[in-house]
């Protein structure tokens, strides 16, 4: 240590002397744990009027939906606008957005917890319960999608008297072993990191909340031992479910590229889902987190430090998405076989056209835009601008499964698309789905977490040096 | 080309390949194929609108391609049914063992197997599967004349032509009560039973005396989408120029 006097939080002689530059930083703001705390859980107790009419809202559309499943198993797929050739069409797209959005709760939480981000410290809970609903609603389609709903269970390999086992061979296979291994390490991963937190508002609440947190905390005391064992546990999860994440979409991508459709076939297509993948979800969770912070008044944790970095880590990805999805592209194009050419005349200047220069635009443009720091510390910018990649992603989707399918190598069997009110209404019933679970959770759990938080804190310390302030690594360690 | 076709022996229980031999020079577009196959396999009508968003049913289809400017235009007629490939790519992406590859080499699509994933149709490059959209119905009197030797299939499932099995194992067993072996052009498929011009043609292609094989071997023989490796059993000779 140098000659400089260490000034640890909440010690210095008054809030005047730190800088205001600091006092915008949430890890360097002068708080005490105990603001923190009422500052985490008051909103939790906060349901107005308008949040109980959001969950109507959502509760009507996810009625309606399951309605219109209900319609669609009792008079089968030909409710749907599904034909031949065009046997996938916005289930499968929208599964793929789904398991697309689940990406970012692991890039946050687990790369960079790895990478010792401290920006991502009060997003961790928030992205990875995303991760966790994106997966369960998403893991409604494959069921959603089948001709015999009924016998779903004969993919699942269990000992029966038929003596057989499912196919392991098909991509199908690859697919429910992946999300099931994804949705399993997830969920474990978001519980072990909210543990301490519970304990915290075990202790801050009476009541149905207090029973509630109380068996969630597992009688947690915060000893060193407690300490030790949990933070082992999250490192040990956020190496292991990298590899998964990184799985999971190239299998879903495998579903199109081990066929041998025009435009599916590409060996490309794994790392190009993988990164559109965290493209849109970080985006969504930029989205997501805009509109918690809102309504949930959490502008105390969610700063524009935090959307700065995390814009900036949108582009990136969007630009890696543009690199990803030029490499396929050119080769396809200069390619220039028959039916392959067929479908890229399709996007350029045929039917799909609006659909290719949508996803092109809502693809592009918010990476432009995201160089600008007003952009990024905007919120009501940014929120427009990652609506707009998830807008342009989703198109993405819809033009690789449903676009891809109308065109084959017989020109007899080209086909079209038209949704129906039956497709609209499940789909718009998983949003609604996601939305609620999302917006239940951010009631019933500590939306940030503060022990990440209280953590990181105690990582800094400002320390004077001459005359200045300066923030440095605390020497707890 | 003729030699490419002989290497279809590979996949052999009983020592048989069934194969199709379809001589495009014969094939007169009249889609009798079609309507026997509809009677034999209980395969359901769908209807004009259906049908025109690419909704029917017919196992084995017509295909039609127009050539040049009117009024030079010629008429290609392409009949398509399931290719039976050797290297079947709907085989490998069922994930219940739906459809997979019988000992005699020919693609069994069992219809209680299958939960309507849709993969097959998606993998199979010549779209020859088709999917029961909804519960199938036979207006009376057509419930009259339903074949009891084929499962009436039920709403979300895939099937497609099965080179008639049924009238492949009749026959199959009454030659072994017989005690004798098959005589080649025994076994005949609906279609190839009814095709006015004697356009298809059904046989054993690991015999060397069959017709098919014979016939297989011709100059003129080629497969569809040869390129992809599918390896079909199916072979057609290259027809000369119908003018309609």
Redesign the interface.
């Known amino acids: 240590m140098s000659d400089a006097a260490a000034l640890p939080l909440g010690q210095a002689e008054s809030r005047d002397e730190v800088p205001a530059e600091y006092e915008e930083r949430l890890l360097l703001a002068q708080r005490t744990d105990a603001e923190i705390n009422e500052a985490v859980l008051k909103p939790m107790f906060r349901g107005g009027l308008g949040f109980w009419a959001l969950v109507a809202g959502l509760g009507g559309v996810i009625l309606w939906g399951l309605y219109s499943w209900g319609y669609l198993i009792q008079?089968?797929?030909?409710t749907t606008g599904?034909?031949?050739?065009?046997?996938?069409t916005l289930f499968i797209t929208t599964f793929v957005f789904w398991i697309g959005i689940s990406h970012a709760g692991t890039m946050i939480s687990a790369v960079l917890r790895l990478l010792k981000a401290d920006w991502r410290r009060p997003i961790t809970r928030g992205a990875e319960a995303m991760t966790a609903f994106a997966l369960m609603v998403a893991g409604l389609y494959p069921l959603i999608?089948?001709?015999?709903?009924w016998?779903?269970y004969?993919?699942i390999p269990y000992p029966n008297n038929r003596l057989?086992w499912?196919?392991f061979?098909?991509?199908?296979?690859w697919d429910?072993v992946a999300i099931t291994t994804y949705l399993v390490s997830s969920s474990l991963y978001l519980y072990l990191a909210m543990i301490p937190d519970m304990a915290m508002a075990r202790d801050h609440t009476t009541g149905w909340r207090h029973r509630l947190y109380r068996t969630l905390a597992l009688g947690w005391r915060g000893t060193e031992a407690e300490w030790h064992k949990l933070l082992r546990a999250l490192a040990i999860f956020s190496v292991a479910i990298i590899p998964i994440f990184l799985s999971v979409h190239s299998i879903v991508s495998w579903?199109f590229a081990?066929?041998?459709?025009p435009r599916w076939h590409s060996t490309i297509f794994a790392p190009y889902f993988v990164i559109g993948a965290v493209y849109s979800g970080l985006s969504a969770l930029a989205t997501i987190l805009i509109i918690v912070r809102r309504g949930m008044r959490l502008q105390e944790f969610l700063r524009s430090e935090h959307f700065d970095s995390l814009g900036k880590l949108i582009m990136v990805a969007g630009m890696l998405w543009t690199y990803f999805w030029f490499a396929g592209f050119l080769v396809e194009w200069y390619g220039n076989e028959p039916i392959v050419r067929a479908l890229i005349e399709e996007e350029i200047s045929g039917s799909l056209a609006p659909f290719f220069y949508l996803q092109m635009g809502a693809n592009l443009i918010p990476i432009l835009l995201l160089a600008f720091r007003k952009v990024r510390t905007t919120p009501i910018l940014l929120l427009g601008t990652t609506l707009l990649v998830n807008v342009g992603m989703y198109t993405e989707r819809a033009l690789i499964v449903i676009g891809s399918?109308q065109r084959?190598?017989?020109?007899?069997?080209w086909?079209?698309y038209r949704p129906t009110w039956v497709e609209i209404s499940v789909v718009a019933m998983t949003f609604a789905a996601f939305a609620l679970l999302y917006t239940l959770f951010s009631r019933i759990v500590p939306y940030v977490p503060v022990w990440e938080i209280k953590e990181g804190r105690l990582r800094y310390t400002l320390r004077r040096i001459g005359r200045l302030l300066v923030p440095t690594a605390a020497e707890i360690e | 080309m003729g030699r490419d076709v002989n290497t279809l022996t590979k996949t052999s229980g009983n020592g048989r390949r069934w194969a199709m031999v379809i001589d495009l020079d014969r094939c007169t577009g009249c889609q009798a194929c079609l309507v026997a196959c509809h009677a034999e396999n209980n395969v359901p009508v769908a209807g004009e609108t259906a049908s025109a968003y690419g909704r029917w049913l017919h196992w084995v289809i017509i295909q039609r391609f127009w050539e040049g400017q009117y009024p030079n235009v010629k008429a290609r007629f392409n009949p398509l049914m399931c290719q039976q490939c050797t290297e079947a790519p709907c085989e490998p992406v069922c994930p219940v063992f739906a459809t997979y590859h019988n000992p005699e080499g020919l693609n069994a699509q069992i219809y209680n197997r299958c939960i309507g994933t849709r993969f097959c149709g998606n993998a199979c490059p010549y779209k020859a599967r088709t999917f029961n959209w909804f519960t199938p119905e036979f207006p009376e009197p057509l419930t009259e004349q339903l074949n009891p030797d084929v499962t009436v299939r039920s709403r979300g499932i895939m099937e497609k032509c099965t080179f008639c099995v049924q009238r492949i194992r009749r026959v199959e067993l009454a030659a072994a009560a017989e005690g004798r072996s098959l005589h080649d052009g025994e076994v005949q498929p609906a279609c190839v039973q009814t095709c006015p011009p004697g356009a298809l043609i059904f046989g054993d292609l690991n015999d060397p005396d069959s017709r098919v094989s014979q016939l297989a071997r011709s100059r003129r023989s080629f497969r569809l989408l040869a390129e992809l490796g599918t390896d079909p059993a199916v072979v057609y000779l290259k027809g000369g120029e119908t003018n309609v």
Request: proline share 9%.
């Open positions: 008079y089968g797929l030909g599904k034909n031949r050739p065009v046997y996938w999608h089948l001709g015999r709903v016998k779903f004969w993919m057989m499912p196919n061979q098909s991509p199908l296979m429910l579903d081990v066929t041998i459709q399918l084959n190598d017989l020109p007899f069997n086909g079209t």
